[in-house]
């Protein structure tokens, strides 16, 4: 909502949004800043300087590499959506509050909005796409239809991908696991008592050989 | 003509039966597309410029470096010079470009010039609105003077319930693409049927031209009926940037902003009852903001409207901010809280159990026997009797456990909807309508009522919803929805089916109105060896399709559907008088909702009513305004608190389902159990820490600014 032309007003500082806007959806109070002498820490990470403009890279997602070029300061999210079609993990809060754009990093379900996609270089990439290749539902997947789990369904892909995650380090869940392991994601349309069954049921499930 | 009626229950195969949503394997794989998956060739992406004050008149406005930015295909002005923005979030220009990056960027580079221009965004505060509030007039029913001077008791109390929004997960936009005379517009709407024309008159062209297309919708809740200036300006963007399709999702800080909020209400409000705790006089001073256009009154006094002496004033205060919009059961959790929050106060006043009071005041309400029922059902799955103490009366620990209880009612009859059914000769039926599923389960409805009256299993019936190339149906707005397309659905299946029985008729040696459709067969009724598979009696149709309309008119229904329901919510909290903080220790919401077609989906809209407008209305949600710069400090899902998975404790829902009910048709759920939470968990944290709480939501500072008046 702010930008550096407004007179008059209050005076404003950068805020939190507007830095994550900057780095991530570009914008912000960073975002012309960020194609200068600000994007060289962040290529650093990868090991070599890029950008500011589009630099290739080449993430592992699903188990296939995937070539893509773009600039430093689009995130795992944006990638995966706009520039590889894969539009299982939505884009909601914007900024790691929200879960719905889970997808599971070398064994961990992180949030692709927080993270920039040339850091995702040389990990394996887990998105919800993969999970039920060959049209078979994963059993995480299944006990969601099973329990009504979704209603609208926007959270519920990064739902599903924080419980897959989630079960893999805890095989054995009660109730009170699943709510705090799964804290990290939000559902709007309110159905978490049916999440609270599918993830625990799952787990039952993934244990009695459906693991995938 | 065929009868219609809805089956027998002992004669039903689907209806009833606890089917799970046709869309959900889709849903939790990923597939499903929503409006702001869609992409296609040529994409850009939009983005808006909002106004950062929150009053404000635009004096200049310069958009010359970003149109000049590489990527950048098209920028329009939304808000020229001398246009007065009214709050904070105003849409003034917007871009397309190549990347979502470049797009923001450009946006930067517009220079806009403001006056900026005094605001107020206080509506609590009532003295400080001045002209900025708009008194309703008086409205007296009885002698309410009298009532109060004779009351053997009487009680006043203060209340407030803010502004909430709607926060929508998949944000308010569009994909769409104007190339010549055709746009196409993928939406996020309520309103399949209706979107387009909505566009093409802010656009001016026909009606005719717009294509709407929406699979899935990340949650509209009320606040997504119409096409909005973000429609009208991707359209735009799409044409000069030479029909290339541009997505335009708002971001969550610009959504949480201006895509759609509650109003508040406050009151002042004075009871007069005898001893026994009948309620004889109301008195309210009430007042609420709807944003700047004012709005909002929320009817009060609430479910006990025929209480015989009222006397009430309102006033809708003006702020600088979006118009409300129809948030779940519009002004009823308002309504709600002002009138139950005060008898629970009556009760606690004196001493009685507000179980007995409401009870005792059930004559009062439109339905008495309905709610009576409700209450005892209610207390029993509570467990009530044992678990009620006095108010405040919870034991020496620092955490109290309390139980409070609300009632509520919603309409709910169906919209107007039209439906279309195709059976073609080899078997596979198309049931289309111009509606929309927003998650509560609307395919399903559809295909199971559908395959109930023709005889077939649900996976054999093929839904079509979602296009505005189909049969019109009514907005979902108002619970309207169920009763609507389950209506027309039957209707046009009945239709196409009777038409299937007179081909097949003379094959099977009986007239058509001797023909019954079950388990996949055509048969002959009382006969059932005298059959033809489905297969084999669509075969009979040659080359040709039926095609047969099924209509509802909300005017005659034919008891297919009907409104007007009665709900009753209990709440067990436990506060923590230390810290504040409220639990939900268990909720029980019992609901009376006609004929029920799926009750896993209807269990689930109760469930996610309870959470959505319950919990998160009484313990997490409220839109906070910066009073200095008149904007929103909350716009964020940090600071814009939803609740959580380990939030909800455990929620019971009963449906009434008796026979008395089924007879009355389908009747809406979305809205009635989203109601009476709210109340009912600000009456338990009531009960539990001894003094109220006036303003939802409960948050631990509130909790103990009350506990240490309380002390004081």
Redesign the interface.
Known sequence: MSHKQDSGGPPKGVSRRGFMRGVGLGGGALGVVNQGAQAEPQAAAAGRTAGPGPAPITLQINGKPYNLTVEPRVTLLDALRNHLNMTGAKQVCDRGNCGACTVIMAGKAVYACSILAIDAQGKEIQTIEGLSEGGKLHPVSAAFVRHDAQQCGYCTPGFVMAAKAFIDKNPNPTIEQVETGLGGNLCRCGTYVGVRQAVVEAAKAMKGGQRA | MPEYSWPPVEKRKLIGKRI??I???D????????G??I?RPGLL?G?I?????AH?RVTSIDTSAAEKTPGVTAVRVISGPGTECQW??TEVAAVAAT???????A??K???????LPHFVDDEDLPKAGARAKPAGEQLTGDPEKAFREAEVTFEGYYGIPVLTH?????HGQVIMWKGDRIDFWCTTQNVSGIGGDLATSLKVPATNVHVHQD????G?GSKFSAERWGVVGAELSKASGGRPVKLFL????EL?IAGCRPSAYARIKLAARKDGVITGWESQSWSTGGFTGGGAPPIPYVFTEIPNQKKNHTAVSVNAQAARAWRAPNHQQACYLTQCAMDDLAAKLNMDPLELFMKNCDLTGRPDVYRAQFQKAAELSDWKRLWHPRGDSGSGHVKRGLGLACHTWGGAGHASQCRTKIHPDGSVEIELGSQD????TRTVIAMVAAESLGLPVNAVKVKIGESDYPPSGASGGSTTVGGVSSSTRKSTLNALAKLFEVVAPALGATPDQLEAVDSRIRVKGNPAKALTWQAACRKLGARTIMEMGENNPRNPGGLNTGGVGGVQVADVSVDTETGLVKVNKIVAVQDCGLIINP??A??QC??????AGI?GALYEERIMDQ??G?VVN????FYK?????D?GQ?VVHLNMEPEHDKRGVVGLGEPPAIGGITAIANAVANAIGVRVTNVPLTPDRVLAALERRNA
């Open positions: 799970s949503r869309d959900g394997p849903k939790s794989s990923g597939r499903a597309k929503y702001s998956d992409s992406h983005a410029l909002t106004c950062p004050h404000a904070a979030g990347s979502e990056q470049i797009a923001w960027d946006l930067r517009i220079k806009v010039q403001y006056e900026v926060a929508c997960h998949e944000p899935h919708m990340g949650g809740f971001d969550r800080a610009t902003t927003l998650g509560t389960g896993k989906t269990e689930s469930l996610g009513a309870i959470i959505f998160c200095q710069t904007r716009s964020s899902y940090d939803l609740a959580g998975i380990g909800v929620i």
